[in-house]
């Protein structure tokens, strides 16, 4: 028993599975335009939010946020569900492969038996579709993977059902309306007026504000928590940067793919050269990435390399106010 689903690879979970599930229903938007216009980018540090014994860092808006707000600007409707049963989660996921109709999944990553090993631990926000079944596994079209794979009824229910933070509580979605004629061009605009007023928000812990006090934080680390826990914070914002979906470097290059795309459509020349300074931007992101990570692997002690990726830090929330005040511009 499967759907008609079309397996696509994508950089992210959830803009691919927003991308494939909108393919499906008749609506061929590419990952980049679904994250441009689902205002996926953004900046936040959690400092009272601990993952692995280290605070929370997210270079994306909410889990489930993107196609929401793809959906509400295109005047598409969603169906999600949670559930208190596995039993009940099951037979509607069931249900809805017997009526073609192939479902988003919120699953936590630590037990996808597909992931390799190093890429398995406790984050329970990740998106998959399901396409079908048979007597034993169900069919798994994870955007992140090359090709279609499977997990058994009992490993997709235990994914489903992930204990901790953002547990998806057997969360299921799916398009079930969406409207012959839809107004991309004002969608886009939307979703960048409010990309940048999320990185230009007035909060000390949001976008840009919010890359400038992880910066100054960077730099008493070693002396406040000791080199062993400094090493260990800073290796949480490079794996929450480049291991957990696309982080931070990745995602300022699907967001650079989506203003090339946009230019295109709005007809606006600016978009592509803000495109072009977005990517330098998403380079910047992964030589800080590659400098942080020599310093916790070397288990370095000197202040110096802190305060040096420190001044990385704070030239990317810079480069960034920049940005995104020329783009807000650009689309006014």
């Not at 028993?1 to 008749?26: I, R, W, Y």
């Not at 492969?97 to 919120?106: A, E």
């Not at 110096?304 to 990726?309: E, F, G, S």
């Not at 990385?312 to 807000?328: A, M, P, S, V, W």
Request: hydrophobic share 40%.
């Amino acid at each position: 028993m499967k759907t008609d689903f079309t397996h696509h690879q994508s950089a992210h979970c959830e803009n691919g599975v927003a991308s494939n599930l909108l393919k499906f229903n008749g609506l061929n938007l590419s990952e980049p335009m679904v994250f441009g216009i689902g205002s996926g980018l953004l900046f936040v540090y959690l400092p009272f939010l601990k993952v692995n014994h280290a605070p929370g860092f997210s270079y994306r808006t909410m889990p489930g946020k993107i196609f929401n707000n793809v959906a509400k600007r295109l005047g598409i409707k969603i169906k999600r569900l949670k559930f208190s049963s596995e039993a009940k989660a099951q037979t509607t996921l069931d249900e809805n492969i017997k009526n073609n109709i192939p479902s988003g999944l919120q699953v936590g990553v630590f037990n996808l038996s597909y992931f390799p090993d190093e890429y398995r631990f406790h984050f329970n926000a990740h998106h998959l579709v399901v396409k079908g079944k048979t007597e034993t596994d169900y069919l798994i079209s994870d955007p992140v993977m090359e090709n279609v794979t499977t997990l058994t009824h009992e490993e997709l229910n235990k994914v489903r059902f992930a204990k901790g933070a953002l547990a998806p509580k057997g969360q299921i979605y799916y398009p079930t309306f969406i409207p012959e004629n839809i107004d991309l061009k004002k969608a886009i605009v939307k979703g960048i007026k409010s990309t940048c007023s999320d990185m230009l928000a007035p909060v000390p812990i949001v976008g840009v504000k919010g890359i400038r006090l992880v910066s100054k934080r960077i730099r008493k680390w070693p002396v406040k928590l000791g080199v062993r826990k400094a090493n260990h914070y800073l290796a949480q914002i490079v794996r929450m940067q480049e291991e957990i979906g696309t982080g931070g470097g990745g995602f300022r290059f699907i967001y650079a793919a989506f203003l090339q795309e946009a230019s295109v459509i709005l007809e606006n020349e600016k978009l592509k050269e803000l495109s072009l300074e977005m990517t330098i931007i998403g380079d910047l992101w992964r030589d800080f990435a590659v400098e942080a990570s020599r310093i916790y692997k070397n288990r370095s002690a000197k202040t110096d390399a802190y305060n040096t990726i420190a001044d990385q830090l704070f030239d990317i929330g810079n480069k960034e106010e920049i940005f995104f005040k020329k783009l807000r511009k650009a689309v006014k």
